[in-house]
């Protein structure tokens, strides 16, 4: 069983930004995709960004050049930056990791862009 644990989201005004970081309870290298995902009121989850277990990067065209994937093998996380947010941005965001036998979801954290 692996655990996905989401941090540093809130409130932040347009234009601002926030890092959020997903801890795993395993070995990050081990698991093929990690993504981060966000899912507004009354919306569809979407997906937002992954990395690959080699660390080849992905981005939906909505966040490309305002956010960026990484991760920290030694700390087993992964991280969004999110730089100029918009209030449309707004959602509960959540780390997912995938392998070929299954995948984990973390339990969201929310992010809110607004003046």
Not at 29 to 47: C, D, L, N, Y
Not at 48 to 57: D, K, R
Request: aromatic fraction near 10%; charged fraction near 20%.
């Amino acid at each position: 069983q692996v655990r996905l644990v989401e941090s540093g989201g809130g409130l932040v005004q347009p234009g601002g930004s926030l890092r959020l970081s997903c801890a795993a309870s395993v070995d990050i290298v081990s698991i093929h995709f990690m993504t981060w995902w966000r899912q507004a009121p009354g919306k569809q989850r979407e997906r937002v960004a992954l990395i690959t277990n080699s660390g080849t990067t992905d981005y939906e065209d909505f966040v490309k050049g305002r956010f960026t994937i990484s991760r920290d093998t030694a700390k087993d996380t992964i991280y969004l930056q999110m730089d100029n947010l918009k209030p449309e941005d707004t959602a509960v965001y959540y780390c997912h990791a995938l392998t070929i036998t299954t995948e984990w979801w973390g339990e969201g954290i929310q992010v809110t862009v607004s003046s």
